[in-house]
């Protein structure tokens, strides 16, 4: 079964400061596409950032990129400049590429407070 | 370019009641997700639609839910009877075709009391 675990219940960071969320998975696939989502209180679910598997250069958008490690199943989300928005419900989640099913397997979240 | 509608934003009912949610996916978008998102953990996936076909229902409990896409655009999901254990967040999810990025409507927060 495909998995995606997101150790840090979790944090938090000062404003201007950067902080690193991990995920790790577990699929027997070899294409997949990865995705953060961030879920700010009480708001909709809006895409970070995206990584396809095929792909070895990080994905970057602004002050989020990702350190997609394939041989490790891991997949952290960095973000530089912590500002105040920042706040939220981070979620990892996985797909797979070619099929019918494009669901996405979610971790159980980390919830991240930037601190003034 | 109008997001993913979907209504009612909360609803409060008591258990054996029924309750039904609406979608309206992004103009153009083939794909059509229902997802369940209890207190504390991610969504899971409850169905999917492409077009007006169900491609996946395998985690949909079919004893209590129903959903269908009419004419391959609106959607309706539908609870009869609910559960105190149906208490949660249905967030219904389109994209263009598979596989793609997944635009997330609000939510529907329902509480089953």
């Known amino acids: 079964a495909q998995t995606v675990t997101q150790s840090q219940p979790e944090m938090s960071v000062q404003e201007a400061e950067t902080v690193t969320l991990s995920c790790t998975y577990d699929?027997?696939?070899?294409?997949?596409?990865l995705f953060w989502y961030k879920q700010p209180p009480s708001r909709q679910m809006i895409l970070v950032i995206r990584?396809?598997?095929?792909?070895?250069q990080n994905a970057t958008e602004n002050r989020f990129s990702v350190n997609f490690q394939k041989a490790a199943k891991s997949f952290s989300l960095k973000i530089s400049d912590s500002q105040l928005g920042d706040t939220a419900m981070y979620f990892c989640?996985?797909?797979?590429?070619?099929?019918?099913?494009?669901?996405?397997?979610f971790g159980k979240g980390t919830k991240l407070s930037v601190k003034p | 370019e109008a997001g993913v509608a979907q209504s009612p934003r909360y609803k409060i009912i008591e258990k054996r009641q029924s309750v039904a949610f609406w979608c309206n996916p992004i103009?153009?978008?083939?794909?059509l997700y229902w997802y369940q998102q209890i207190l504390g953990q991610g969504p899971k996936l409850l169905i999917q639609?492409?077009?007006?076909?169900?491609?996946?229902d395998s985690q949909l409990p079919k004893d209590r839910f129903s959903a269908e896409r009419l004419k391959g655009v609106d959607s309706t999901l539908k609870i009869q009877p609910a559960k105190l254990e149906d208490s949660a967040v249905y967030l219904c999810?389109?994209?263009?075709?598979?596989?793609?990025?997944?635009?997330f409507g609000p939510g529907t927060r329902l509480l089953v009391l």
């Open positions: 999810a389109s994209s263009p075709g598979l596989p793609q990025t997944q635009y």
């Open positions: 989640a996985f797909t797979n590429y070619g099929g019918s099913q494009g669901n996405l397997i």
């Open positions: 639609f492409q077009n007006n076909g169900v491609v996946d």
């Open positions: 699929t027997s696939e070899n294409n997949y596409y």
């Open positions: 103009s153009g978008h083939a794909t």
């Open positions: 990584q396809e598997a095929y792909k070895q």
